[in-house]
């Protein structure tokens, strides 16, 4: 083998390395926050807002351990519904690490080991969204969290994406809010990498598989989350207005110019019809 190889492997290797060596960081700093919550339910039932609380302070430990850079552009709601566009489960550590929340969240989540319990002591709201049954319950679980004080984050656009582009909102679980009568709040989530690509390196969407993903993204070299909040913070009586609205809002936030089908649409424009 030429040195030419040899510099060409080593990176690799090097990453390779990185990633297990993180992977480990973060699976121990899962189980200290396991450990920490265990103690937490002795002494009490924890509530709404202990759970977040905790679910914080291990998201934060987390992001410091793994040297993932977090900005936030605005202020952080004290309560009410905050909702944002959706690249990855890395959105949850960062929304968290920011401040005490409560998330929104797909019923497969609860199934992932370990970080799956992690969510449901944290108090989660799972929702199975194959059963339309199911969001008349997650919508009552939500009032009571936002009745608590909490904030609750929904990622509205009911799956992740390559964060191209924000997908269309959907409204069912706005009711939530308009029942209660709660704040809603915007925000949009992008993230850089020093050595790779956001796309596929951070953002988890597709037919992509969870660990090898995982461990991709924890080899890369530097990771920074930015989240931009709106200073609008609204009200609505329709939960139809609200989804459209607020996917506006974070559409603007995020930078992201409208889809192409979107123009050709308004402005009457004939093209050949997508494939997809």
Not at 179 to 206: F, K, L, M, Q, R
Request: overall charge positive; hydrophobic content about 40%.
């Amino acid at each position: 083998m030429n040195d030419a190889q040899e510099k060409g492997q080593f990176p690799g290797k090097f990453r390779l390395f990185r990633g297990v060596w993180r992977l480990l960081v973060l699976l121990s700093t899962a189980i200290q926050g396991c450990v920490q919550f265990v103690f937490l339910r002795i002494r009490s039932n924890p509530s709404t807002m202990e759970r977040a609380r905790w679910l914080h302070t291990s998201c934060s430990r987390a992001l410091r351990r793994l040297d993932i850079d977090t900005l936030a552009d605005g202020k952080f709601p004290s309560h009410g519904l905050l909702v944002a566009n959706h690249l990855s489960y890395l959105d949850i550590l960062v929304f968290s690490g920011l401040s005490p929340c409560v998330f929104v969240s797909k019923k497969e989540v609860r199934s992932w080991p370990l970080f799956g319990q992690m969510a449901s002591m944290g108090g989660t709201v799972f929702i199975d969204r194959s059963r339309s049954t199911d969001t008349h319950r997650a919508k009552n679980e939500m009032t009571e969290a936002l009745a608590e004080g909490a904030v609750v984050v929904l990622f509205p656009e009911g799956t992740s994406s390559d964060g191209s582009t924000v997908l269309p909102f959907r409204p069912a679980l706005f009711e939530a809010a308009v029942t209660a009568d709660a704040d809603v709040s915007s925000a949009s989530i992008t993230y850089e990498v020093e050595d790779g690509c956001p796309g596929s390196d951070v953002c988890y969407w597709g037919s992509m598989t969870f660990f090898p993903h995982l461990l991709r993204l924890l080899s890369r070299q530097k990771i920074r989350a930015r989240v931009r909040f709106s200073p609008d913070i609204m009200k609505f009586e329709d939960r139809k207005l609200a989804a459209q609205t607020t996917q506006e809002i974070v559409a603007s936030l995020a930078n992201l110019r409208r889809k192409t089908s979107d123009l050709i649409a308004d402005c009457g424009w004939q093209s050949a019809e997508s494939p997809t």
